[in-house]
């Protein structure tokens, strides 16, 4: 790969209450050679804030990706999609769905929803380990992401 084509840092919002999830994805993005930077969100309401810049998130800086799972306290990732792709602010941001929920239900409505993509986690470690690496190929070196 020549240096112009090489993959430029990408700033991803890891939206995920699973501190044992958290902890893995992290771990295998910093194991990347792709320097990107890495927000964690707990649940639904404290992704929004971030994205928004309110409350303790004034300060946040845009991701260029956002990690999302389905399951999270306080605001599920279903209604965090449907609110972030009805804004026309944030509605570009690709939204990668990291979930552990198999329904095909929840699959349709999050391609109903404009999710970029919908990615069911294994529970096992290695293989969530290589799906975040596969995921991390596709999306930080082959797609051509927005600057903004």
């Not at 020549?2 to 890891?14: D, G, H, Y």
């Not at 969100?41 to 990690?67: C, K, S, V, W």
């Not at 609110?83 to 552990?100: C, F, N, Y």
Request: negative net charge.
């Amino acid at each position: 790969m020549n240096e112009s084509s090489a993959p430029r840092p990408v700033r991803i919002l890891l939206a995920e209450d699973n501190p044992g999830d958290i902890r893995l994805i992290l771990e295998v993005l910093h194991e990347s050679k792709i320097t990107n930077e890495v927000e964690v969100t707990r649940d639904g309401i404290e992704t929004m804030e971030f994205l928004r810049r309110t409350g303790a998130h004034t300060n946040a800086q845009r991701p260029g990706l956002i990690l999302l799972d389905l399951s999270m306290p306080r605001k599920d990732g279903r209604e965090v999609l449907a609110e972030l792709k009805a804004d026309p602010d944030l509605r570009r941001i690709p939204v990668v769905i990291m979930t552990s929920s198999a329904g095909e239900e929840d699959v349709i409505r999050a391609y109903d929803n404009h999710a970029n993509c919908y990615v069911r986690k294994p529970v096992d470690f290695d293989q969530l380990r290589a799906v975040v690496q596969k995921i991390e190929t596709f999306w930080f070196t082959i797609v051509a992401l927005p600057s903004h």
